[in-house]
């Protein structure tokens, strides 16, 4: 199958032929006739099969005729993070660049008077964190009655972050005879509920299994001790071919601890995370896909769905309390047939999130241990050359881990259970500007 063959009009056409992209991905191909007809539709689909472009191109198509009156916006998309809302911004100016449709871009950390402005003048696309729009909803500076094409974007990180009120109070503000789409990479009870409620007669499509690898990712698995884990990344980095890569931990003040202390190593790294001003986030960005910054180092919120082309290697410094983020975190990389590699670093407390990982994508993960292992130490050769990042290109010997063929079943270890995730992984600690009315001070 071909773009022609689903019923995008020729200015489309062109600007995909310009992109460069020939044939549509799956989710494409499924959505894109079904939204052109203007069906609801549930997308179950992970970010990097392309999701985003299969409602943007035809909402393009669909917005082509017809003017946005002030103040009052002809379409919406809800986006969970500020980061991923400037992404779906990217999309339409990529895709519409032979369209003269209006975008607006509605988030937290930005200036609310520019932002009024432009919807002043009238847009046909109204991209938002739900936060940010209600406020305005609020202030009375817009209004949703004229909203067509409502999307609500990963609406499972919507659920993840606490914004489901958000969300039930502005669909509450448009009226029932708009469109709905919903995207969502897994399809939990309350987004079903949601769904049941607010689209009418959806079609529903499904690319993948959600929260499965992509088959491009090497994605293994290093033991090491708490005490020792920072130098234990270090000798990773060092011994990887690494060209960029994101580095995830749980927590926000880690972020900005571990971004330091790679700093103070010689690497080039900077932190990104949800308590940054906006304008240093976009800053940092940017510098990261522009090759300027090395390492990302960031937390979930913050990283979610960006789409950062070439990412060679992802590492996990904290195991992620929720397995589908595995996914998503390892899925920075191996991006467009790209092959790429991931590590994560385990330990002991990390067992009961690690058997959820190997549960969800149902394989053996390969693990390797930074413990010393001294009688096999001596017997091994030195690892390969590998060179670090900005620091230096000259190879460096280094200790190579153990390499087990897979991570073994828990065995005679009787490991301590985790305690961590009861007061650290509630909503609140991953919010950022774009927190739920409900959680705002
Ligand atoms: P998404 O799932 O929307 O985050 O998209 C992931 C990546 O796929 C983005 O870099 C898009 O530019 C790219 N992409 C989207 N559609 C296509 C296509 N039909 N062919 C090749 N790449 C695509």
Not at 363 to 368: K, N, R
């Amino acid at each position: 199958m071909n773009f022609s063959e689903l019923g995008l009009g020729d200015d489309i056409l062109k600007a995909i032929e310009d992109i460069g992209y020939t044939t549509p991905t799956p989710i494409q191909e499924k959505a894109i006739p079904i939204v052109l007809m203007a069906r609801d539709l549930i997308g179950l689909a992970q970010t990097g099969t392309g999701k985003t472009a299969s409602f943007t191109l035809p909402m393009i198509e669909m917005l082509s005729s017809g003017r946005a009156r002030s103040r009052m916006p002809r379409s919406l998309v809800l986006a969970p993070t500020r980061e991923l809302a400037a992404q779906v911004g990217e999309n339409f100016d990529l895709y519409g660049k032979y369209h003269k449709l209006t975008k607006a871009l509605l988030v937290g950390g930005e200036s609310m008077g520019d932002q009024i402005k432009i919807l002043e003048k009238g847009v046909d696309v109204l991209i938002a964190t739900p936060g940010r729009l209600l406020d305005l909803f609020e202030r009375g500076q817009i209004l949703l009655s004229d909203i067509k094409i409502l999307v609500i974007d990963e609406a499972d990180r919507m659920l993840d972050m606490g914004f489901i009120p958000d969300i039930e109070r502005i669909v509450s503000l448009i009226p029932p005879t708009r469109q709905t789409l919903l995207f969502s990479a897994t399809m939990p009870d309350e987004i079903k509920r949601l769904s049941d409620k607010f689209l009418s007669n959806p079609k529903m499509v499904s690319v993948a299994p959600p929260a499965s690898p992509a088959k491009t990712v090497d994605h293994r698995m290093l033991e090491v001790s708490p005490r020792t884990k920072k130098s234990a990344l270090k000798d990773l980095i060092d011994r990887e071919e690494v060209k960029n890569a994101f580095v995830f931990c749980n927590r926000k003040k880690d972020v900005d601890m571990l971004g330091k202390w790679l700093k103070d190593q010689g690497f080039s790294a900077s932190p990104l995370h949800g308590d940054m001003v906006q304008s240093k986030r976009t800053e940092t960005l940017q510098a990261f896909k522009d090759g300027k910054i090395v390492l990302l180092v960031c937390s979930d919120v913050a990283a979610r769905g960006l789409d950062v082309s070439g990412v060679s290697h992802v590492f996990n410094y904290d195991v992620p309390f929720n397995a589908d983020d595995y996914v998503h975190r390892i899925g920075r990389t191996g991006r467009a047939g790209l092959k790429g590699k991931a590590w994560t670093l385990i330990t002991e407390d990390d067992d009961k999130f690690v058997d959820a990982i190997i549960k969800l994508v149902g394989q053996d993960i390969p693990t390797e241990s930074a413990q010393p292992q001294p009688q096999e130490k001596s017997s091994r050769p030195a690892s390969k050359s590998s060179a670090k990042p900005v620091k230096s290109d000259k190879p460096r010997p280094e200790k190579r881990p153990e390499h087990k063929p897979a991570r073994p079943e828990k065995t005679e270890k009787s490991r301590p259970r985790p305690h961590r995730e009861a007061e650290d992984a509630g909503p609140n600690q991953f919010c950022d500007e774009t927190m739920p009315a409900f959680l705002r001070r």
